[in-house]
T-cell receptor, first 116, second 114 residues
Framework: DTEVTQTPKHLVMGMTNKKSLKCEQHMGHRAMYWYKQKAKKPPELMFV???????INESVPSRFSPECPNSSLLNLHLHALQPEDSALYLCASSQGRGRSRNTEAFFGQGTRLTVV | QKEVEQNSGPLSVPEGAIASLNCTYS??????FFWYRQYSGKSPELIMS????GDKEDGRFTAQLNKASQYVSLLIRDSQPSDSATYLCAVNPFSSGSARQLTFGSGTQLTVLP
């Protein structure tokens, strides 16, 4: 089972709203990621959690706030977004550190976010 | 700056033909290599991973890796219209552990014509 589940699939929010994106995996992966993807561009890494600790924050504005409540769940809290933040937000997971032989990352189906 | 280069395309092939997608990377120390397929409006789907020089076959897909030339390719045999998508090449400096340094190419748009 290589499933990463994201909710919601679509989200429209105003610039003053607060919303959260959710991601869940049950593959026992210990690394989870948030990516942002604009049209016709590759995914851009935003945050990396390794063993539930934030290990990379790629200079993302503070209006994006990640949270990893446990090894299976990853949230992205959104507040005071701008229209240019409209994009496909992707969650991914991989096995993480250790003796695992591979670094394969599996993506969820994404949340299409529109900021109005 | 680690870079992964792909021809953006679009690449068009007739149904039943072999589609050849190419990718070069700048970090000579890279250890793991991936091909993702992304349909329009959907998320990337991992279709091939390769770690050693040579060919790796999975159904109609063959990944080829040449670390000396810093080159990885994806061949799709007997191409079908359902293969029409953007194909993303991704490279990781590590062969184990986190995928935190995964670098994506800009993608090649493939169209298979019926």
């Amino acid at each position: 089972d290589t499933e990463v589940t994201q909710t919601p699939k679509h989200l429209v929010m105003g610039m003053t709203n607060k919303k959260s994106l959710k991601c869940e995996q049950h593959m026992g992966h210990r690394a989870m990621y948030w990516y942002k993807q604009k049209a016709k561009k590759p995914p851009e890494l935003m945050f990396v959690y390794s063993y539930e600790k934030l290990s990379i924050n790629e200079s993302v504005p503070s209006r994006f706030s990640p949270e990893c409540p446990n090894s299976s769940l990853l949230n992205l809290h959104l507040h005071a977004l701008q229209p240019e933040d409209s994009a496909l937000y992707l969650c991914a997971s991989s096995q993480g550190r250790g003796r695992s032989r591979n670094t394969e990352a599996f993506f969820g189906q994404g949340t299409r976010l529109t900021v109005v | 700056q680690k870079e992964v280069e792909q021809n953006s395309g679009p690449l068009s092939v007739p149904e039943g033909a072999i589609a050849s997608l190419n990718c070069t990377y700048s970090d000579r120390g890279s250890q793991s290599f991936f091909w993702y397929r992304q349909y329009s409006g959907k998320s990337p789907e991992l279709i091939m991973s390769i770690y050693s020089n040579g060919d790796k076959e999975d159904g109609r897909f063959t990944a080829q890796l040449n670390k000396a030339s810093q080159y990885v390719s994806l061949l799709i045999r007997d191409s079908q219209p359902s293969d029409s998508a953007t194909y993303l090449c991704a490279v990781n400096p590590f062969s184990s552990g986190s995928a935190r340094q995964l670098t994506f190419g800009s993608g090649t748009q493939l169209t298979v014509l019926p």
